[in-house]
């Protein structure tokens, strides 16, 4: 066995959280629940858990979807929050559900299906948790065996290769059968990689090649990945960071692999002393949003600059030209000034409580890799699951679709909207005050300006919308709307499969 070998397998092994000692105990975790059960907040139902598995079910439709939007809208969230009078303490703690909206011109049919991880069904069994998840540890459970031990498989899909990957951050991909949603078992890219961190928010570029990274917290090590089309690993290797961050997401230029690293840092002392993951990560502004760039190539060809502090969950894309003197890779992200989303906002909402705290700002970046000089700009408008044409990943594009104006704070987002990077010009939608509106996803239609397809959680009405506008007419209102006959707690991220 050689070196990186080596590496690898004390990452996939000890990426493991260490001991969930327990900060919280059991009368907290009564009050989280009888908090949320006790509140009268109009959009709490958006965070209760399904009760089960939705069988395929046909949708009424008002309007008709366009042809090019004839396939599947994959979509995935947490959606099991509250385990025998037990609440998790954070969203994104929540058991996956996938979900599939079959689209054909006026015809609408959706199902969604628990992922069937190693961690819900022991739980389900046992009609309680029993180990903990990233922003909730729950006193005297059984301590962390490995990563997958806690993982929900709840934040991201990626299609690949006849199976439906779910996708959480500190562990596995879940394979999924992407005709019936039934769990398949756990994704092995390589035996040395088993059980090692893979990351929700893979690149695919035009020509199908994947990329991804993984963060092992515990050894301080980025793991890199390279996919080919049809699913084959192609290279994987271990990186050494300092100050490792919470880190979710990141770009791939022609050339390079780009990623910020926002000053919310693991600290490994923290987690000994039975911190949840989340509370393990210290906030470090002094550090700034460090701009890790990797010669896809040769990953030892890497380079860091700097930009001014900030967080970040999602960038939308990055690209590069070559300069006067050199190359310039340009991105945009969805920036916040300090940490919150993720420490207080995404947590509270799990006792029904609305911080009103301003949407992250989307934001254009220019690297200079000669001068190592970092630049930004904040294009003043409220951001959040930034999404752009596939068929442009790597490459220069101009239009990020995205959510935007959040009623009354995090995670409220009550329009869709469609933002030229290079202009700042945007136009939008707005669902109206009692919609809280989830990822939307550009759908090509040949040369034709294209599509956007996404779904809202109406609390109004208690039932989840799917609707589709024309992507340079968003401000127009949607061409097409399935109305579900219920609601599915509001879920993150997904993927469009044309039939
Ligand atoms: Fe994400």
Request: charged residues 20%.
């Amino acid at each position: 066995m050689g070196r990186r070998e080596l590496l690898l397998r004390l990452i996939a092994s000890s990426s493991a959280p260490l001991l969930a000692s327990g900060a919280a105990d059991a009368s907290e975790h009564e009050s989280w629940q009888a908090q949320f059960d006790a509140s009268d907040a109009p959009w709490k139902s958006a965070f209760t858990t399904a009760a089960g598995d939705l069988p395929l079910t046909p949708v009424r439709v008002r309007g008709r979807f366009p042809d090019a939007a004839r396939g599947t809208l994959y979509r995935i969230g947490p959606a099991g929050h509250d385990l025998g009078g037990e609440r998790n303490h954070h969203w994104f703690d929540g058991d996956g559900m996938a979900h599939r909206f079959v689209i054909a011109g006026a015809e609408v049919h959706h199902q969604g299906r628990y992922v069937a991880t190693a961690k819900r069904v022991a739980e389900v069994q046992a009609g309680r948790r029993l180990t903990e998840g990233f922003g909730t540890v729950f006193k005297g459970r059984e301590a962390v065996s490995s990563p997958d031990s806690m993982n929900t498989a709840n934040i991201n899909l990626l299609p690949i290769a006849g199976d439906l990957l779910a996708l959480w951050e500190a562990g596995s991909a879940t394979r999924l059968d992407p005709r019936t949603l039934e769990t398949r078992g756990l994704k092995t890219w390589r035996n040395d990689l088993a059980g090692a961190p893979f990351s929700a928010h893979p690149r695919v570029e035009p020509d199908g090649t994947i990329w991804n990274f993984g963060v092992s917290s515990n050894t301080g090590f980025l793991l890199l990945y390279e996919i080919g089309p049809d699913g084959v690993l192609r290279r994987a290797d271990a990186l050494p960071i300092s100050d490792m961050p919470l880190l979710h997401d990141f770009a791939v230029t022609s050339g390079h692999l780009v990623f910020l690293l926002p000053p919310l840092v693991y600290d490994v002392q923290r987690r000994a002393a039975g911190a949840s993951v989340l509370d393990s990560h210290v906030w470090r502004p002094e550090l700034g949003m460090r701009a890790l760039v990797i010669d896809k190539r040769d990953w030892t060809r890497r380079q860091v600059l700097t930009l001014p502090t900030g967080f970040l969950f999602h960038l939308g894309n990055a690209w590069e030209e070559e300069a006067a003197h050199g190359t310039v890779i340009h991105l945009d992200y969805s920036r916040s000034s300090d940490a919150s989303s993720v420490l207080t906002d995404t947590r509270e909402v799990m006792r029904a409580r609305l911080l009103g705290n301003a949407g992250p700002s989307l934001t254009v970046v220019s690297l200079n890799l000669h001068t190592g000089k970092a630049t930004q700009t904040d294009l003043g408008i409220e951001a959040e699951f930034l999404r752009i044409d596939l068929r442009r990943v790597g490459l220069r594009h101009r239009r990020v679709i995205h959510a935007a104006k959040p009623n009354g704070g995090l995670p409220m987002w009550s329009a869709i909207a469609s933002t030229d990077v290079e202009s700042g010009a945007s136009q939008s939608f707005s669902y109206g005050a009692q919609a809280m509106v989830e990822e939307h996803v550009f759908v090509p239609d040949g040369q034709r300006p294209g599509w956007v397809i996404g779904t809202v959680f109406d609390y109004a009405q208690k039932k989840t919308v799917l609707s589709c506008f024309a992507a340079d007419a968003l401000a127009d209102g949607p061409v097409a709307q399935a109305t579900l006959p219920y609601a599915i707690p509001l879920g993150l991220h997904g993927a469009f499969v044309a039939a």
